[in-house]
């Protein structure tokens, strides 16, 4: 079964420093990975997603993520942190063709992001 | 086309009432979702349909929960008897068949609160 941790629920950061949210996954078949971003009261917006294509995936407004197998990772990362980055976070993984559930999402619990001036 | 459209954006009832939400998907998408989110958690997969048919309930959609996707377009989300438990924001996306979660567009999400 499918699984995503995300260690950190918490994470501050000064304005202008770099952003690291750290994502693993457990997954049986070679999976596909999201990242979602939630503003409050807002819906989720995907930020990047991996599958199976390269492994540094670039997404929007400056994030990135690498896939790393070994590590069975998929850590966020954005050079400079920017006021409008203060949200809620979500790693995701799809069990999408590995004969269980078509097409779901299993989320992270998510990890807040605060950005301080 | 607007993207996902989900009504009413806040929903306050009070216990034992039922309740009932609508989501309006992408109009070529034929793959609609529900997920739940409550608070200091992550979304968590109810359903979804494939044009009308239902092809996938999870175990959290308990015999109070009914959902319904009639003639493939917006689809209905119901609560019976409602519990404080239920309280959430119930998140629907939508997605193109051949494309699943990799296609999705979500809403902004009903927030019900059961007082």
Request: aromatic share 10%.
């Amino acid at each position: 079964a499918q699984s995503v941790t995300q260690l950190d629920s918490h994470v501050s950061v000064s304005e202008g420093t770099p952003v690291l949210l750290r994502c693993n996954y457990s997954s049986s078949y070679s999976p596909s990975l999201f990242w979602y971003v939630q503003h409050p009261n807002k819906g989720l917006q995907l930020l990047l997603k991996y599958t199976s294509a390269a492994t540094l995936v670039k997404g929007i407004n400056g994030f990135e993520a690498e896939f790393k197998k070994s590590e069975t990772s998929f850590h966020l990362t954005k050079p400079s942190a920017h006021m409008s980055d203060a949200a809620e976070y979500f790693c995701a993984v799809s069990g999408e063709g590995n004969g269980g559930s078509q097409g779901n999402l299993i989320f992270g619990k998510g990890t807040k992001l605060s950005v301080k001036p | 086309d607007t993207g996902v459209s989900q009504n009413p954006r806040h929903k306050i009832t009070k216990r034992g009432q039922n309740v009932t939400f609508r989501c309006d998907p992408i109009s070529e998408h034929n793959r609609l979702y529900w997920y739940r989110q409550t608070l200091g958690q992550g979304p968590e997969f109810l359903t979804y349909f494939q044009n009308e048919a239902q092809l996938e309930k999870s175990r959290l959609l308990s015999d109070r929960f009914s959902a319904e996707r009639p003639k493939g377009s917006f689809s209905t989300l119901e609560i019976q008897r409602t519990e404080q438990g239920d309280s959430a924001m119930y998140l629907c996306a939508s997605s193109a068949r051949d494309r699943g979660p990799r296609g999705y567009t979500f809403g902004s999400g009903t927030r019900l609160t059961v007082v």
